[in-house]
């Protein structure tokens, strides 16, 4: 069973910041790619970022959200983190961490989707 827990979301005020963390566990070979997409009712998925496991790199990050947003890999194994600075209303969605993973006995990567969490921009 393959997993993606998100963590970070909430409520935040106009100009805050919020990290959110994503972790792939469960039956995996190898994480190859992790990052974000987001939704807000009534609008489509959009990507926001995403940055290599395996292969390294410094990832890439949506014009919408660059200057603002960063992606980097944390300190644990198959961990992504999302920094959202100087968070903007517009930012309110619901956002999925993603990733491209190998799964244990296959030979092929797959894509998963974690549940989401909410981010709340408003004062």
């Known amino acids: 069973q393959v997993q993606l827990v998100e963590s970070g979301g909430g409520l935040v005020q106009p100009g805050g910041s919020l990290r959110l963390v994503c972790t792939a566990s469960?039956?995996?070979?190898?994480?190859?790619?992790m990052g974000w997409f987001r939704q807000a009712p009534g609008k489509q998925r959009e990507w926001v970022a995403s940055?290599?496991?395996?292969?390294?790199?410094?990832?890439g990050v949506a014009d919408s959200v660059k200057g603002r947003f960063t992606i980097a890999r944390d300190n644990a194994e198959n961990t992504v983190a999302l920094h959202m600075t100087n968070l903007k209303p517009d930012d309110t969605a619901v956002y999925f961490c993603?990733?491209?993973?190998?799964?244990?006995?296959?030979?092929?990567?797959?894509?998963?989707w974690g549940p989401g969490t909410q981010v709340t921009v408003s004062s």
């Open positions: 993603n990733a491209n993973i190998q799964p244990a006995g296959a030979t092929h990567q797959d894509n998963y």
């Open positions: 469960g039956n995996i070979t190898r994480v190859h790619v």
């Open positions: 940055i290599g496991i395996t292969s390294g790199g410094s990832g």
